[in-house]
Every structure is written in structure tokens, then in C-alpha cells.
């Protein structure tokens, strides 16, 4: 996987990194020892440069607008194959679901990744296969996720990490963030989240941000592949549901219309959440959702 570092000021979208003045000097907290194949600085042609290379690259950027931003705007140069991803040191307008802001300091993983083309059933469960494989990655480490419909990760009931996924002109891109060394203080989180945040710092090897992305792709890629071409999406949710943060338990849905209260019993076909009413079952298609706690 050809490690790119795009240090080129792109109004608007990236703030190159100020080293030492050498060339290829990136940001230490993002690649430590590992070797970066190209350097983009200022004054070159991003599209000369990348089309040259072959393969799913991986694109560093020191400071950003947000690593969607910049995945969308190389994908608008043709420069985005399936796979490749975006890693940025920090954001200064990262965004989670609704457009909600997503608060980015150095240190933690803000990643954009090329979704190749999905058809049929699986298109709808993008998100899901994102987090599921998150998840599944993080556990090989020892660090056991739940997956909070419909895209957040919860490490003991509180948030670490979340996954959006956008679609234009039939493409998609995710963008996975997670709190590796970090977290945002209560302060500064909407006041309507009822969730604490949490981080990784101590649980997990501390090391480069893009060193752990790169496992996680070489990770993801096979397995989403094995997943997607071995099994239909029914056998797919049954190993999802398990993983579902409050599954079997009270929680209320808080959406545009009257809240709804019920017993998440797993996922519709589609990616939707079941949710038991009493002799009643409900299909929820958005909304928050709210762990119920007795009194």
C-alpha cells in the first residue's frame, strides 16, 4: 500500500505541514518510522504525481477541513480507486451524521475510505459492514466494540469512534474516526448527547495513527470480500446482532417525529432496526438512540 503525504496547500481543504524544511517531513504522531513512498509539496501537479502510482494508496494529510473533504475532492480528479483512503492529522470541520460537527484534535485516527461498488441488498448495509469491520478488527486486539445503530462505537457504554458514509453520483466514500489518544471534554459535546466519550489511549499499542489504519484496511478488505461474496446479507446481520450496543434491552428513539420506546431485538434486511413493542414490531430507519434505565 503506496503511502502518499500530501503536504500542498489546497484552499479551502488542506494546511501543509511546516517541518524542518526537508523534503517528505511528515507529522511524527501520524507515521513515526514508516517509510512514505511520495511527497506532493506546493507548487506540483497532485494528478501527474498519483496517476503514476498503482494500487490502493493511502493519502496523509497533516492538517484538514476534514478527510471526506479531501477523499471527495480526489475522487472529482479521478485520483480515488477502490480502497484507497485519506488519514489526516486533525480537522478543523470534521462532521458525523446530520451534518453534526465531529470535534478532531491531533492524535486520534480521521480516516476517508474509497467503498468499492456495491450492489443489490449490501448497498443499503455500507455503514453496518463499516463498523462490523471495525469492530471485528479491534478485537483481534483485544478491544471489544459495540456497534450503537446506526454508525457509532462504544467501548463500555461509552462512544470511541463513528462511521459516515456519503454517496455521489452513485459512489461511495466512509469516513471512520475513532479516539485513539483523545477524547472531547463533556464541555464541548452536544448537549443533547447522552452518551460520555471515551479513548483508546493505554488500551491499545500507542504507535503511528497510519500504521494501525494500514492494518485495518489489509484487515477489512479481505474480510469484507469474503464476507460479501461467501454469504447473503441474512447470514451477514445474524453476526452483527450480537454485536448491537443495548440488543434486548429498553431504549427510546429520538427522532424528528414523538420518540418511540421498545426492545432492540436485531436488524431488517435492509439495515433497519427492529425494535419490539409489545405484541407490536417497528422498523426504525433513523433516529438516536437512548438506553431507558430504571427510575
Not at 498519483?50 to 480526489?74: F, M, P, Q, T
Request: charged share 20%.
Amino acid at each position: 500500500m503506496p503511502l502518499i503525504f500530501l503536504n500542498q496547500t489546497i484552499k479551502q481543504l488542506i494546511n501543509p505541514f511546516q517541518g524542518d524544511g526537508k523534503s517528505g517531513d511528515v507529522p511524527g504522531h501520524m507515521v513515526s518510522e514508516l517509510p512514505v513512498d511520495v511527497c506532493v509539496t506546493d507548487g506540483e501537479h497532485v494528478h501527474e504525481r498519483l496517476a503514476r502510482i498503482k494500487g490502493d494508496w493511502l493519502v496523509l494529510c497533516h492538517e484538514c477541513s476534514s478527510s471526506l473533504d479531501v477523499a471527495w475532492y480526489l475522487q472529482k480528479q479521478g485520483l480515488f480507486p477502490d480502497w484507497a483512503s485519506v488519514l489526516c492529522g486533525s480537522q478543523w470541520a470534521g462532521r458525523g451524521r446530520m451534518e453534526r460537527s465531529w470535534i478532531s484534535p491531533p492524535g486520534n485516527l480521521y480516516a476517508a475510505l474509497s467503498w468499492p461498488e456495491t450492489y443489490g441488498p449490501w448497498e443499503n448495509l455500507i455503514p453496518i459492514m463499516a463498523g462490523y469491520l471495525m469492530i471485528r478488527f479491534m478485537a483481534g486486539r483485544g478491544v471489544f466494540l459495540r456497534l450503537k445503530w446506526p454508525n457509532d462505537l462504544l467501548l463500555e457504554g461509552k462512544k470511541v469512534g463513528g462511521i459516515l458514509a456519503e454517496k455521489k453520483k452513485g459512489k461511495t466514500i466512509v469516513g471512520i474516526g475513532l479516539n485513539t489518544f483523545s477524547s472531547p471534554e463533556t464541555d464541548r459535546m452536544r448537549k443533547e448527547n447522552v452518551f460520555a466519550s471515551a479513548n483508546l489511549r493505554g488500551i491499545i499499542p500507542s504507535g503511528p495513527v497510519a500504521g494501525l489504519w494500514q492494518e485495518f484496511i489489509s484487515h477489512g478488505r479481505i474480510a469484507c470480500n469474503h464476507i460479501t461474496e461467501r454469504q447473503d446479507t441474512s447470514d451477514f446481520l445474524s453476526q452483527v446482532e450480537p454485536l448491537l450496543a443495548f440488543k434486548d434491552s429498553p431504549v427510546r428513539v429520538i427522532d424528528s417525529e414523538a420518540p418511540l420506546t421498545g426492545y432492540i431485538t436485531g436488524l431488517a434486511g435492509d439495515g433497519g432496526l427492529r425494535l419490539s413493542r409489545g405484541k407490536s414490531e417497528k422498523i426504525i430507519y433513523s433516529g438516536s438512540i437512548i438506553p431507558v434505565t430504571d427510575g
